[in-house]
């Protein structure tokens, strides 16, 4: 019953950002990610909150510490605001996210009782994800009062289909 006192995670990160403020019509904000999240618990279960009993058998921690669910070490995002001839606002946002990394994972028998095959190393991930979302805006003033705004967005343009989980 004390096997949820190994319990262990650690995250962390560096970040690097760009900022260029609205001048020339145009403005910039891009940034990029390293990081690392490992432990024994994976980030992407709610199972020990819940009260569920995922981490009270032993064998769960076998091949148990290393890179865990949620772990994205590169994450590159950059987004900003172009304005265009007749005061149009066009704002694209491109997001890189590396895979999540995934453990490899063999059921013994029929009551969800299982066993890691190696400990998760990063070495298994999804699909990166690459994704860009395009924004058109244009507002009209009516009776010089009221502000009357038109927005088009047009989300994941290239269409990506990253795998992100297995079934």
Do not use: C
């Given at each position: 019953?004390?096997?949820?006192?190994?319990?262990?995670?650690?995250?962390?990160?560096?970040?690097?950002?760009?900022?260029?403020?609205?001048?020339?019509?145009?403005?910039?904000?891009?940034?990029?990610?390293?990081?690392?999240?490992?432990?024994?618990?994976?980030?992407?279960?709610?199972?020990?909150?819940?009260?569920?009993?995922?981490?009270?058998?032993?064998?769960?921690?076998?091949?148990?510490?290393?890179?865990?669910?949620r772990d994205a070490p590169h994450?590159?995002?950059?987004?900003?605001?172009?304005?265009?001839?007749?005061?149009?606002?066009?704002?694209?946002?491109?997001?890189?996210?590396?895979?999540?990394?995934?453990?490899?994972?063999?059921?013994?028998?029929?009551?969800?009782?299982?066993?890691?095959?190696?400990?998760?190393?990063?070495?298994?991930?999804?699909?990166?994800?690459?994704?860009?979302?395009?924004?058109?805006?244009?507002?009209?003033?009516?009776?010089?009062?009221?502000?009357?705004?038109?927005?088009?967005?047009?989300?994941?343009?290239?269409?990506?289909?990253?795998?992100?989980?297995?079934?």
């Open positions: 019953n004390g096997v949820l006192e190994d319990l262990h995670r650690v995250f962390w990160a560096a970040v690097f950002e760009l900022n260029k403020r609205m001048s020339d019509n145009w403005s910039l904000k891009a940034s990029y990610t390293y990081s690392k999240s490992e432990g024994n618990v994976n980030n992407n279960s709610y199972g020990v909150i819940q009260g569920f009993s995922t981490y009270s058998d032993p064998n769960s921690f076998i091949n148990g510490y290393g890179r865990l669910g994450q590159l995002k950059a987004s900003g605001t172009y304005i265009a001839p007749f005061d149009i606002y066009l704002s694209p946002a491109v997001t890189y996210r590396s895979g999540y990394a995934y453990q490899v994972y063999e059921e013994l028998g029929n009551d969800n009782a299982g066993i890691n095959i190696y400990a998760p190393d990063g070495r298994d991930r999804y699909d990166a994800q690459f994704n860009i979302d395009l924004r058109a805006e244009k507002a009209f003033m009516i009776a010089d009062r009221y502000r009357l705004g038109l927005i088009f967005d047009w989300f994941n343009v290239l269409n990506d289909d990253a795998i992100t989980g297995y079934a």
